[in-house]
């Protein structure tokens, strides 16, 4: 079992639409967790930062963790058609700069 | 800035060849990672650097996979000898040291890969 588990999707939306991405951990030393967006042909760019439990919003992202129940979501409002990417989430702690990746979600969001 | 660079962006070589893939990290970053990403092992870190120092390579599939850092501004992953297994996009990232506190991370800067093909 990998320690940072992501349903790779593909998942297709229309234009408007709320995403919901997940991931799941079994490493309870993880202490930070992130979600990275990657383009086609480009290395991943992150988005969203969180440190242990709680959410975060930016714009019209907001990153949730629980690690009662180790699970990680990133949601999308109003998704654009810009938002097409594959969202990678990952977590690290236990090891300053060591992160594990989930093996990422595809999204599509079309007009 | 210049981000992370990553030389050659393609490789297509035969499978028994050397293979040298070359990083430069932003300038300033104390850290930095080699990456392999494929669709069925999804991103795995194989080994990365802190001030040029090998911090953890337990990534590193086996021997014939070797990452030096000789200086600040330069990193290569090289590959002897090369098997079809190896071809994936490979990513080097950099980061900043942490700051002090627990809420420490210091997110990753990737650069755009090298595609590797080992035919």
């Known amino acids: 079992q990998k320690e940072v588990e992501q349903d790779p999707g593909p998942l297709s939306v229309p234009e408007g639409a709320i995403v919901s991405l997940n991931c799941t951990y079994s490493n309870s030393a993880f202490q930070y967790f992130m979600w990275y967006r990657q383009y086609s042909r480009k290395g991943p760019e992150l988005l969203m930062y969180?440190?242990?439990?709680g959410n975060k919003e930016d714009g019209r992202f907001t990153a949730q963790v629980d690690k009662s129940s180790k699970y990680i979501s990133l949601f999308i409002r109003d998704s654009q058609p810009s938002d097409s990417a594959t969202y990678l989430c990952a977590a690290g702690g236990t090891s300053y700069g060591k992160l594990t990746f989930g093996q990422g979600t595809i999204l599509t969001v079309h007009p | 800035d210049a981000g992370v660079i990553q030389s050659p962006r393609h490789e297509v070589t035969e499978m028994g060849q050397e293979v040298t893939l070359r990083c430069k990290p932003i300038?300033?970053?104390?850290?930095l990672f080699w990456y392999r990403q494929t669709m069925m092992r999804g991103l795995e870190l194989l080994i990365y650097f802190n001030n040029n120092v090998p911090i953890d390579d337990s990534g590193m599939p086996e021997d014939r996979f070797s990452a030096k850092m000789p200086n600040a501004s330069f990193s290569t992953l090289k590959i002897q000898p090369s098997e079809p297994r190896d071809s994936a996009v490979y990513f080097c990232?950099?980061?900043?040291?942490?700051?002090?506190?627990?809420?420490?991370?210091?997110?990753?800067?990737f650069g755009d890969g090298t595609r590797l093909s080992i035919l």
């Open positions: 300038s300033g970053h104390d850290y």
């Open positions: 990232a950099s980061s900043l040291a942490r700051r002090s506190g627990a809420d420490s991370y210091q997110p990753q800067h």
């Open positions: 969180t440190y242990s439990s």
